[in-house]
């Protein structure tokens, strides 16, 4: 028997129902679902599980290191620990901007402050130069801009500013976060893209500004529906992810990514819309019967410095060096060729996450 576990917070809707499914999908091959159990991880235990689906560890840090030691042992975890504990927003930016992809001008800012437990003090930061060239950064990302973390999510400290008074304004409220300013897309469109196994992409319709997803099939055009899901797809091989959503602010018939770090997405059933719901269940549940059967332990390690030909793939993390080439052999290969979903969104209507 196969046990696919799962590891998440407070979410009713899409628990039960994965659970579910997988049992009812997996039977017939003996893959079962459950929520994984944990009371202190003993060194050198074998782990219970083939695959788990981590949706809570970027919270609470023994869940963390619990599943970097469930993946030593073998246990294929979505998504893989290690590169999302080491992964952040603006390094993302880079690297799909080297990739070719249509990324937003982009400044790494240094801290406002610093958590109150850590002793620093301004002989600490001579590295730092000072004043800073807020007029300087402004001109290279343009007016407006958006302030948002470097790492995070759920549109938590994000800020558009439109010259140097509201910019350093909104930075004194930072602290302690590392935050980025980035040009400010005034899009005509807005796509969130939801992934399972890196290749399948379902693009859909998504307001920011209500922060709803819209059920509409004919929103983009198949020729910029299709750059999406390629771009999309270029992203997740690239950073390693199965379970994601990436986003993108469509101005004219070139798409942004402006958003694909987010490795534990909102799967609930009241903001996702019943039609999605009953589609993310299903892919989630096939993703891991099929991970739990035909898994190859290269499959959730980034690829980006095979990509960008700097050395082989995820080599300075130490991914298992067998069948390294052969990193997506197991990923599913369909994706469909224009978006999912639609409708026009106010130009400017929101703030890039």
Not at 79 to 101: E, I, M, Q, R, S
Not at 140 to 157: C, D, E, N, Q, T
Not at 211 to 227: F, K, N, P, T
Not at 321 to 326: D, F, G, M, R
Request: glycine letters at 8%.
């Amino acid at each position: 028997m196969k046990i696919v576990g799962l590891l998440c917070g407070r979410e009713y809707s899409f628990p039960p129902a994965f659970i579910a499914r997988v049992n009812q999908l997996g039977a017939k091959d003996g893959v079962a679902a459950e929520f994984v159990k944990l009371g202190g991880t003993k060194m050198g235990e074998r782990p219970r599980y083939s695959v788990i689906v981590d949706r809570i560890s970027h919270e609470v840090e023994y869940y963390r290191g619990y599943l970097k030691h469930a993946a030593l042992a073998g246990t294929y975890v979505i998504n893989n620990p290690f590169w999302w504990t080491a992964d952040d927003k603006f390094f993302n930016y880079a690297v799909a901007a080297k990739l070719g992809l249509a990324i937003p001008k982009t400044v790494l800012l240094p801290q406002k402050g610093y958590p109150a437990d850590v002793d620093i003090t301004g002989e600490s930061l001579h590295n730092l130069e000072h004043p800073i060239d807020w007029d300087g950064l402004l001109d290279f990302v343009g007016r407006p801009a958006i302030l948002k973390p470097y790492s995070g999510g759920g549109w938590k400290h994000v800020y558009k500013v439109n010259d140097k008074n509201e910019l350093l304004e909104a930075f004194d409220k930072t602290s302690p976060y590392c935050m980025t300013l980035q040009e400010f897309i005034d899009f005509d469109k807005y796509v969130r893209c939801f992934t399972f196994g890196k290749m399948d992409i379902v693009p859909v319709h998504y307001d920011p500004k209500a922060r709803q997803y819209l059920v509409e099939h004919e929103y983009l055009s198949a020729a910029v529906g299709a750059r999406v899901v390629k771009d999309a797809q270029t992203i997740n091989q690239a950073l390693g992810y199965e379970m994601n959503t990436i986003e993108f602010a469509m101005q004219g018939d070139v798409p942004y990514a402006i958003d694909f770090l987010n490795p534990a997405p909102d799967f609930e059933r009241d903001r996702i819309t019943q039609f999605y719901f009953e589609m993310v269940v299903e892919k989630m549940a096939r993703l891991v019967i099929d991970r739990a059967l035909h898994g190859a332990p290269s499959n959730p390690w980034p690829r980006w410095e095979e990509m960008l030909s700097v050395g082989a793939a995820a080599g300075f993390t130490g991914a298992p060096k067998a069948v390294a080439h052969t990193a997506s052999a197991n990923v599913a290969t369909t994706a469909p060729a224009v978006a999912s979903s639609a409708s026009n969104t106010p130009s400017g209507g929101a703030k890039n996450k």
